[in-house]
């Protein structure tokens, strides 16, 4: 994970990515306990050609190869054995909790993960049955805001689908 940690804070550096925040699985086990997951999530704001309608991973991949990162699993670069998928940001909620996300220092980094209770909003929005179980965990934690949460959930026109979720699976007393 360190040297995920090396690489993102490169491509910032260099402009390859303008910002970033880490999210899935990755970023709730920052929150509380690890969570098994086999890749690290990265949303990241790439740049976008001029006059481009589609954002491109090209310049990116094109940089990471030059780092020596060509080979994939699945759909992650491998990244000294991580498998890294990256992600451009839809617009809405994904591009919110990449401009709200926090830094946290890990060993000698600084990174920059979603909070908690974005990435429940995520969960909610995606909708898998591994997003209701991450939905439950995220809730549970000591540091979970719900009043940021529902903040976030009555803004990006969640509520609706919150409260049967929420209904569901008990989660409101």
């Known amino acids: 994970m360190e040297t995920v940690c ?11 990515i303008e910002d970033y925040a880490i999210g899935g699985a990755t970023a709730a086990g920052f929150y509380g306990e690890p969570i098994a997951t086999r890749d690290i999530d990265v949303f990241a ?3 976008q050609s001029p006059g ?3 954002i491109s991973l090209e310049p990116l991949f094109a940089r990471l190869a030059q780092k020596g990162f060509e080979s994939f699993d699945e759909e992650g670069i ?14 809405g909620l994904e591009t919110d909790a990449v401009s ?3 830094s946290m220092s890990w060993k000698d980094y600084s990174l920059k993960i979603m ?15 591994k997003d209701r179980a991450r939905l439950i965990y995220l809730y549970e934690l000591p540091v979970f805001d719900r ?16 409260l049967s979720w929420a209904k569901a699976l008990e989660l409101l007393q």
Request: net charge positive; aromatic share 10%.
């Open 6 to 16: 090396r690489t993102l804070t490169e491509l910032v550096a260099e402009g390859v």
């Open 45 to 47: 704001f790439i740049r």
């Open 52 to 54: 481009a309608l589609l």
């Open 78 to 91: 491998l990244i000294h054995g991580y498998p890294v998928q990256f992600i451009s940001p839809s617009p």
């Open 100 to 102: 709200a996300a926090i």
């Open 115 to 129: 909070s908690p209770e974005h990435l429940a909003a995520i969960a909610i929005k995606v909708g898998r049955s």
């Open 147 to 162: 009043i940021k949460f529902f903040e976030i959930i009555e803004k990006h026109d969640l509520k609706e689908r919150w």
